[in-house]
């Protein structure tokens, strides 16, 4: 009986050993399963960030051709106004000193001359809204920073400088007619005979008295 005892103790803990055996590889198998899940999530979020930074660079190619394709329509509409403010430049030079008698085609080609061609690129904006409101080189006087927007110089300081240049235009000239009158005033005195000059004198003289 004993023996049967003992052999009924032995399998029992055997048992028990075994269960716990089993306890352990079904958690450990657990944890495994944990991990490979952990892992495929880990490898589709990569997945995903890999595929998003594919399109990204796409994007970037794409806006990368575009700016270039930009860059390279800039760099030949620079040309174009270069070759076309020299064509005014050789074929018309204007006289400032005359700019009241100019028509409108005439401001437009004083307006490309100016910084260097800058305004060229609004030729035939600045063409059309001069013809349309009839100003000429009379009238230029009339132009205002508001009217050169109305005609599309959107750019404030195209606008700005525009304006200052026909200001200055006008001034300049104002100031030439004003030494000439001067001049003018100055050498009718200088051609008075002395003896006409006395005479004047004489007679302011005795009215006076």
Known sequence: YQTLSAEWTRMQSTHRDSQQRQTQQEMEMREVLQAQTLQNQQ???LE??????KEANQIYQQQERLFNAEIIHLTQALKDSRQQLTRVQQTHVLDTHKYEAWNAEEIVQWICTLHGGSFVKYTELLRTGLTKIGVTGALLHLIDKSELKD???LHILDRTVIYKEIQNLIRS???VNANANEN???QHFASVPNS???DNHE??????V
């Open 43 to 45: 490898l589709s979020q």
């Open 151 to 153: 005609m599309g110089v």
């Open 48 to 53: 995903i960030t890999v595929t998003a930074l």
């Open 203 to 208: 007679t302011m003289t005795a009215t006076t």
């Open 184 to 186: 003018m005033h100055m």
């Open 196 to 198: 006409l000059m006395a």
């Open 173 to 175: 000239e104002s100031v």
